[in-house]
Nanobody, 115 residues
């Protein structure tokens, strides 16, 4: 079992920055990749970025250059640095961990970008 807790969300003005954190606990040794997704009101959850155990990163094209995923293996924590935020980035951001053939999800953290 893996438990995930996101933090760092909040209200920010357009053009601002936020860094989200996702702390993993439990069977963290079994995690082979972690991802960030987001879900805006009335929309489906969408992929944002991923990082593998080996440090390989992947982003959705629309967020390349603005968002950066990173990790601190010693702290079992993954981060999402978000710059140049836009009102359309407003969403609940979720962390996911791939382990043992299934995904584990956090509870999400709200990011609101005001215009």
């Amino acid at each position: 079992q893996v438990q995930l807790v996101e933090s760092g969300g909040g209200l920010v003005q357009a053009g601002g920055s936020l860094t989200l954190s996702c702390a993993a606990s439990g069977s963290t040794f079994s995690i082979h990749a972690m991802r960030w997704h987001r879900q805006a009101p009335g929309k489906q959850r969408e992929f944002v970025a991923a990082i593998t155990r080996g440090g390989i990163t992947n982003y959705v094209d629309s967020m390349k250059g603005r968002f950066t995923i990173s990790r601190d293996s010693a702290k079992n924590t993954v981060y999402l640095q978000m710059n140049s935020l836009k009102p359309e980035d407003t969403a609940v951001y979720y962390c996911a961990a791939a382990s043992g053939g299934r995904d584990y999800w956090g509870q999400g953290t709200q990011v609101t970008v005001s215009s």
